[in-house]
C-alpha cells in the first residue's frame, strides 16, 4: 500500500537527489535531467508547493519512465520512486493532463482484450488446451497478440510432458499496464474480472510465460491484492520441477545470455529458475548481461507503458539492452518473458523467448 506519507516521503527525497542517475534507463538514454529520478520529485514538489501545475510538461516528465524499480533498487533508503511516479500519473489522468496514449490504450483493454485493440485468436484452437484441467495456463496479452510461438512452444512442452492443461475461454489483461498507466480503476477492475474467472476454472495451478501478469498474481498491484486459490508459476519454476522428464537434442554450440524481465527482477523475484533451465539445455551457465544483471537488469523497453507512450524511448530502450547483451558476445538472448522477447526481437540479436528455448531443443 503507497500510503500519502509514501508520497511526500519520496517526493521529499527524490527532488535533491542524484543518487541513481547512473541506474536510470531514461536519464542515461535522453542525457537531459529534465528526465531524471531527481527532477521527478522536483517536478513535483514544485505542484506540491503551488509554484507549478500538473499539465502537459508535467505528464512529459512523468510518462517518460519505465517503471521498472531500478532507482528503487539502487537506492540506499529504498525509496518507492515508482510508485511516486504513477501515483502522479493518476493524478494527471483525474485532471485530463494524459497522453491520449493512455484513453486510448484502456479502450482497447475494454473492447478487444488486449491493449493494442488487435482482434483476438481462438486461444483454445491455438493453444491445444481443453477446459477444467488441474493445469491452466495463462498466457498474456503479448503471447497472444504479438508471440504466438511462446502459445505454441508451451503446447509441445506440456505435450512431451503428458501433461494435460486448460485455457480460459477469454484472457484478457490482468490490468497492471493500465494502473502504471493512471488508470488505477480501470486496472483493479481487470485484475478482479481475471481473478475471478482463474477461480472459477478449478485449476490448482497457474502457469504463466507472461511477467506482468506473474507478478498481478503473485505479488499484487495497488490495492489489488495477489491472487487467491491455485499456485502460481511462472514457467522456468513448472519447466525446473520437470526438465529431467525431457529429451533434449544436442545443444547448438552458441554463447546464450539470459535476459531478466524487470518483474522479475525486482518485484516478483524469479532469478535462479530460468538460468538453470539454459543450463540443463545447453550444459553452460548462460551469460550475464553484467553489470546490469539479475536484480539490477536493465528494462527492455516494455514496461511502464513507454511502448504506448514514447514507443521511440522503448525501442531506445531494447537496442541498448541487446548492446548489454552483444557486448558480453552473446549470440542468442533467451528472455524470460513474451513481452521481453518481443521487444528485443529485430536489433540485431537472434531473441528466443525462455519457452520457445526448450521448445526448439526438444
Ligand atoms: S529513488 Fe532514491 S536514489 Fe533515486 S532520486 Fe529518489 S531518493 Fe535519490
Redesign the pocket.
Known sequence: MFTETDRLT?IH??RS????HHA?LVTTIERRETYS??AR?LTLFAVEQGVSELGAETADVMYRFFVDGL??Q????H?P?DDMVVDARRRLVAAGYAPPTVSRVKANIAATGNPWGEPEPDLRALSGGGSRQNVLLYFGPTARIKRVGVIQALNRILEKLGIGFSVLNDERDPGLLLHQLGEWESGAAAAQVLAERIVRSGADTLITPDAEAYQTFKVGFGETPALAGPAVLQVSEFLEKCVGQLQFKRPKQQQIAYHDPCAFARTATCLDPPRAIVRAISGADPLEIGPWTRELANCSGECGGVSFTVPLLAIHAAERRVQEAKATGAELIVAGSSAAAAMLEGHGLEVLELSEFVAQAL
Open positions: 519520496a527525497s527524490c537527489c542524484p543518487m541513481c536510470d529520478a531527481r520529485g532507482c528503487r539502487v537506492c540506499a533508503g525509496i520512486h
